[in-house]
């Protein structure tokens, strides 16, 4: 006997989701960025908020593939560009809701009235009784429409698709875990500023997302990323140490002091970033939460 859920596996939108998700570590020589930048789009721009659940959800079953039995990180080329290419849609997701209403104030009144109406009502013949799906529900006496955020009260699914993202915590705390474990190199940095920079944006909209243990959660986020401040000190000094030893050894031996001290400058660079996406990502990780004993 198949389990009550077993169709869900085989639902055309999420197998459309997670097959999109693949194409994220395409490595096509031709088209592969060009790939990965349609994809990013797609999911982080162009899906269906109403899809939002599922998408976490896929993005989620592929990133505990990053990890061992023991729960050991699992590092590779591909599983980093697949980490890095997921923070870009999930901050657009998180995104979104601002974008729309900076839109909406550039558009002004008369014309966000114009779209809601090619979205929303649904024209009909009948001259007397013009009608749409949105107002026929709200104009129901027994219709219970509330609005209020998702910690708040209770709210619609069309509102508030991402209070029913019941993933979220496990997902950000994985992928945090495996931006710490990449090198001290100078491309890994700017992948943990994206995530500090996820987790800002995450913040942002802590209102309309659902956590099941949102203290322990956020404690052990400004855990992490404390940690990522206050280690960037010592990084670097081993970064410029090679530097230092780079360009104390003879030009005859075949090391490019020059490029050597562009790459010890561009670390530094990268490292007061970090530093900065850090701070402002605790900075909103502790805003409003209780002291703990």
Same mark, same amino acid.
Request: charged share 15%; hydrophobic share 35%; proline share 4%.
């Given at each position: ?38 994809? +990013?789009?797609?999911? $982080? ?10 998408? /976490? ?9 990053? /990890?061992?039995?023991? $729960? ?35 558009? $002004? ?46 709210? +619609?699914?069309? #509102? ?8 979220? #915590? ?46 322990? /959660? ?17 990084? /670097? ?6 530097? +230092?030893?780079?360009? $104390? ?30 701070? #402002? ?10 002291? +703990?004993?």
């Amino acid at each position: 006997m198949e389990p009550v859920s077993s169709d869900l596996h085989y639902c055309p939108v999420t197998q459309f989701i997670g097959d999109s998700l693949k194409y994220l570590v395409c490595q096509n020589e031709k088209f592969g960025i060009q790939i990965q930048r349609h994809i +990013q789009d797609l999911l $982080g721009h162009e899906l269906n908020p109403l899809c939002y659940p599922i998408l /976490f959800d896929q993005i989620k079953i592929q990133v505990d593939k990053f /990890f061992d039995a023991n $729960g050991q990180v699992i590092c590779s080329e591909q599983n980093t560009q697949f980490i890095d290419n997921v923070i870009v849609i999930m901050r657009s997701v998180f995104e979104m809701k601002a974008q729309q209403a900076v839109q909406n104030a550039l558009e $002004g009144p008369a014309t966000t009235t114009g779209s809601t109406n090619t979205l929303g009502i649904v024209p009909n013949n009948n001259a007397g009784s013009p009608s749409s799906v949105v107002n026929s529900s709200s104009n129901d006496p027994n219709s219970s429409s509330t609005s209020g955020s998702g910690r708040n009260g209770s709210q +619609q699914t069309n #509102e508030n698709p991402l209070a029913n993202v019941n993933s979220l #915590e496990q997902l950000v705390l994985n992928i945090v875990r495996y931006a710490r474990q990449l090198d001290t190199s100078v491309a890994a940095v700017p992948i943990r500023i994206r995530v500090c920079q996820l987790v800002e944006s995450m913040m942002k909209r802590r209102d309309d997302l659902s956590f099941r243990q949102e203290i322990k /959660f956020r404690n052990k986020l400004v855990e992490y990323l404390t940690d990522w401040i206050m280690g960037n000190s010592h990084q /670097f000094n081993q970064v410029h140490a090679l530097g +230092q030893s780079a360009a $104390g050894v003879g030009v005859g031996s075949g090391v490019n002091v020059t490029t050597s001290q562009l790459v010890v400058d561009q670390y530094q660079h990268l490292a007061r970033e970090l530093d900065q996406a850090s701070m #402002e990502a605790v900075a909103t990780l502790l805003h409003s939460l209780p002291l +703990q004993p």
